[in-house]
């Protein structure tokens, strides 16, 4: 049974940075895609960011690009989201995703979730 377990959110002022971590168990990891998703009340989930696991290509949405990085650590078999020059509109609950084959920007794709991490971002 695959699971998911988000870590280091929290409540920062804007410009700050914050990493969160998701500890994956029950993935055949060489064959696995992660994502980091968001969501805010009433809007629709959001793509964040994908990377394959143990690979080096990474893709980003546009509002991340340059300020987020998604990264890996096999060893650990967790995956991380290092968010800088945090701002208010990032204020969301992130949540990590898993799914077999190729990485994907669509949250339809991936069959396991984690139970979501809160960032607060104040002015």
């Known amino acids: 049974q695959v699971q998911l377990v988000e870590s280091g959110g929290g409540s920062v002022q804007a410009g700050a940075s914050l990493r969160l971590s998701c500890a994956a168990s029950?993935?055949?990891?060489?064959?696995?895609?992660m994502g980091w998703f968001r969501q805010t009340p009433g809007k629709e989930r959001e793509f964040v960011a994908t990377i394959p696991w143990g690979g080096m290509s990474t893709y980003y949405a546009d509002f991340a690009k340059g300020r987020f990085t998604i990264s890996g650590d096999n060893a650990k078999n967790t995956v991380y989201l290092q968010m800088n020059s945090l701002k208010p509109e990032d204020t969301a609950v992130y949540y990590c995703?898993?799914?077999?084959?190729?990485?994907?920007?669509?949250?339809?794709?991936?069959?396991?979730w984690g139970q979501g991490a809160q960032v607060i971002v104040s002015s």
């Open positions: 029950g993935v055949t990891f060489s064959s696995a895609a």
């Open positions: 995703a898993a799914k077999y084959g190729k990485t994907s920007r669509r949250g339809e794709d991936y069959a396991a």
